[in-house]
């Protein structure tokens, strides 16, 4: 699997091996005690512990936020980042270091992101000897409420520690453990969540015309929202307008005064997100006054995610070392997905370029067979689903290599390939 690995890239890991034990525990330890976005207290406390131990100065930075900057000679800077809240999902999984914590469990994975940078953390520290530059390991709250890189970057990370070059990052998925998949572009999108009140005139239901009925309002509004995809969208482009919520109203016999909606709008694309917002607008204020609406809409943005758009120039030459490092056949294109996440908020507050890739976790033989039943769905459990549950081996440890593979790409002295 090393064969094509560089001299540095494979003294690095020589010490994954002795480390795997630790690698296990601290692992068990996080899936045990999972905690709530910006409640991350523990994990944080371990972060910490183990990165003062391997040599790192370590910070807080934004609440239980937590960063390790190696500095080891001359050479670029290279951050890696990893989320580490859990969700409210009571764990269902039967694992014997199943969550210990009541309606809480580790059901994105971010406990194999911790234990994998961890991982990483160590083995850069203890072979120092095969690279130069410096190192940063930093460890988010709160991906899954959407403020946690933001909130960092408010503390004032970009200000505490060296610039790095290049920003990392990895998501555990069900592929199959063992495999990794990464994709120039946009491999995310991005998220908005927008609240919207409408208001009507208030009456009873036996004199619709003294009222301004909100629901016949906000039915059209909902109606109309379909055009926005399907109408005004780019073939070819790509967006989602869910409404997710919609409520007015007590009882049959009142018209109520108001309506309010919950939308939730994803892309790929900054300008197409611009327009899908802008167009949203315009119809919410164009139904209201065509209903005779006594009031302006309100319209309030919440939960907002940013895109994730890989560097073409960094993801090239991170898939050229893994390709080198675990074969061709452990590499795939990663397909785009319409989940969301905040790490990119980090690397754009530096202005420097990324790449985020995923990690399988899925227990090989089990994928294989379901993907031949044509039941992938069904049968391999996704995150968030209270059965999600990598296999510990191989995940950990190609969650560990893919970050030290990753890292020496810049740091080992290797030469990027002819894409970079
Ligand atoms: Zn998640
Ligand atoms: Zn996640």
Request: proline fraction near 7%; include cysteine; aromatic fraction near 6%.
């Amino acid at each position: 699997m090393n064969q094509q690995s560089t001299a540095p890239e494979r003294e690095v890991l020589a010490a994954l091996d002795p480390a795997m034990d630790w690698l296990t525990e601290t692992y068990k330890q996080l899936h045990r005690n999972p905690e709530l976005s910006f409640q991350e207290h523990a994990s944080s406390r371990l972060v910490s512990d183990q990165l003062k131990s391997f040599g790192y100065a370590v910070q807080h930075i934004g609440g239980t936020g937590m960063v390790g900057v190696l500095v080891n000679g001359e050479g670029p800077t290279v951050m890696s980042r990893a989320d580490m809240d859990a969700l409210p999902v009571t764990e269902a999984t039967g694992l014997p270091y199943s969550s210990e914590v009541d309606g809480v469990m580790h059901a994105c994975g971010h406990d194999v992101h911790v234990t994998a940078l961890l991982g990483a953390a160590r083995l850069m520290a203890e072979r120092h000897d095969a690279w130069s530059g410096t190192y940063i390991a930093l460890f988010q709250p709160a991906e899954e409420a959407g403020g946690g890189s933001r909130v960092m970057v408010e503390d004032g990370l970009v200000g505490k520690v060296p610039r790095p070059d290049v920003v990392l990052g990895q998501h555990v998925m069900p592929l199959p453990a063992g495999t990794l998949a990464i994709a120039a572009g946009p491999v995310l999108s991005a998220a908005d969540s927008l609240k919207i009140t409408v208001y009507g005139k208030g009456s009873h239901g036996s004199m619709p015309h003294m009222s301004v009925d909100p629901v016949v309002l906000a039915a059209s509004i909902v109606l109309k929202l379909q055009t926005i995809v399907s109408r005004e969208v780019k073939p070819g482009e790509s967006a989602v307008v869910t409404v997710g919520a919609l409520n007015a109203g007590t009882k049959s016999n009142i018209i109520p005064d108001r309506a309010t909606m919950l939308l939730n709008i994803r892309n790929y694309d900054d300008d197409v997100r611009a327009r899908v917002l802008a167009a949203i607008e315009r119809i919410v204020r164009g139904e209201c006054a065509a209903a005779g609406s006594p009031k302006e809409p309100e319209f309030e943005l919440y939960d907002r995610f940013p895109l994730t758009n890989n560097d073409p120039g960094v993801t090239a030459r991170i898939t050229d070392a893994f390709t080198s490092h675990f074969g061709q056949e452990a590499v795939h294109l990663a397909v785009r997905q319409t989940a969301s996440e905040d790490f990119s908020a980090i690397p754009d507050a530096f202005g420097v370029p990324y790449s985020y890739w995923f990690l399988g976790g899925s227990d090989p033989e089990q994928y294989r067979a379901a993907a031949n039943r044509g039941t992938l769905d069904a049968d391999i459990p996704a995150n968030h689903s209270p059965f999600f549950a990598p296999v510990i081996d191989p995940t950990l440890a190609v969650g560990v290599q893919a970050q030290v593979v990753a890292a020496m790409a810049y740091l080992g002295g290797r030469m990027p390939s002819i894409n970079s």
